[in-house]
C-alpha cells in the first residue's frame, strides 16, 4: 500500500524498473480522466524515461482525454455507460498488477498486487477488450 504523491512515484518507478528486466518491454494500463491529473505530478518526467527506456504501453482509455505519445498505442472506451466516478488507474506489467486511485480527500494511493495469476487474468482481460474497441 502506497500513500500520497510519493507513493504514486514508487509505483510508477516499480513499473519502469519491472518493465526493464522483461524480455519484451511493455505494459497494459486503464486510464480515467478523473485520475490522470495525480499520476505524475511529484514524476513529471515518467513519460519521458519510459520512451527513453523503450517501454512500450497500450492504454484504454476510459472517458475522453489523454495524450498520444511515442511507444504508445491508445483506445477509447466511451459510452453513456461510462460511469463518471470512475477514478482510478490500472497498471498491468510482468507478474504485477497496481491501481492508483484517490481518498475522498483526493489524497492518492495505490497497492501493487504481486501474483503470476492475478496479472495473466487481467492481461487477458485488457487484450479481450482491445480487440473489440
Known sequence: YYEGDDGVVTILKDVLQTCRDLDNSFYYAYSTSKIR???YRKFPQFTDRRIAEGIAVKVIAVGEGGEM???AERKWLL???TPTAATS???IYGDKV???STSNDLTPYGVI???AGAAAMQRM???QLWKHL
Open 125 to 127: 482481460i485488457f487484450e
Open 89 to 91: 488507474y490500472t497498471i
Open 113 to 115: 498486487i504481486e501474483d
Open 79 to 81: 459510452s453513456e455507460a
Open 69 to 71: 505519445a511515442t511507444g
Open 37 to 39: 491529473q495525480y499520476l
Open 98 to 100: 497496481a491501481t492508483i
